[in-house]
């Protein structure tokens, strides 16, 4: 099992200042230095509360499996549930639920991913795939993943990538964050 939390800054590339929060909490924009295939992932994120902000301005950040494929995270409570919202895999997928909690609330994502398939001449022969449960009930489940989402820092490929918690300039905090290879 791969933590990667306060107490285990190590896994991560950012410097120490960048990642944590006076309360050592872990800060948007942080990528895993370990890149992995399929696995199943446990995190904790905490969302802000900006009355201000409207639509992707809201405490927008997004966690990439494999730094290709973006489960959204924005504070979308009271909302739809779509594509581009909360649980949302972005421009692919709506959440079958809307489980989004108020900002200032710790909420949770897990999910199994599973890689892509390439054949020796680097061709894709089966599509990713991964199932999310947000706030412990499932919202996607088995979801194909054709392609990789919008603003994808790794290129889809038969590489393994790195877990990456995008930073859109909103403040969302994460903690408690486990990944486990399969």
Request: charged share 25%; with cysteine.
């Amino acid at each position: 099992i791969v933590q990667m939390n306060r107490n285990y800054i190590d896994a991560l590339r950012q410097s120490d200042e960048k990642l944590k929060t006076e309360n050592k909490l872990l800060k948007q924009g942080v990528t895993s230095k370990q890149k992995f295939g399929s696995y199943k992932l446990h995190l904790e994120f905490m969302l802000s509360y900006m009355p201000e902000a409207r639509g992707q301005g809201w405490s927008n950040s997004g966690c990439y499996h494999q730094g290709r494929y973006e489960v959204q995270i924005l504070d979308s409570f009271g909302l739809e549930g779509v594509d581009h919202e909360c649980g949302g895999i972005y421009e692919i997928a709506s959440p079958k639920v809307n489980m989004c909690f108020p900002p200032l609330s710790w909420q949770t994502y897990d999910a199994e991913f599973h890689a892509a398939h390439y054949n020796d001449a680097g061709k894709k022969t089966k599509n990713a795939w991964i199932t999310v449960l947000h706030n412990g009930v499932k919202i996607h489940e088995k979801q194909e993943l054709d392609r990789a989402t919008r603003a994808h820092p790794v290129d889809e490929g038969p590489e393994d990538g790195p877990i990456y918690l995008q930073d859109h300039s909103n403040p969302v905090r994460f903690r408690n964050i486990w990944l486990e290879p399969i």
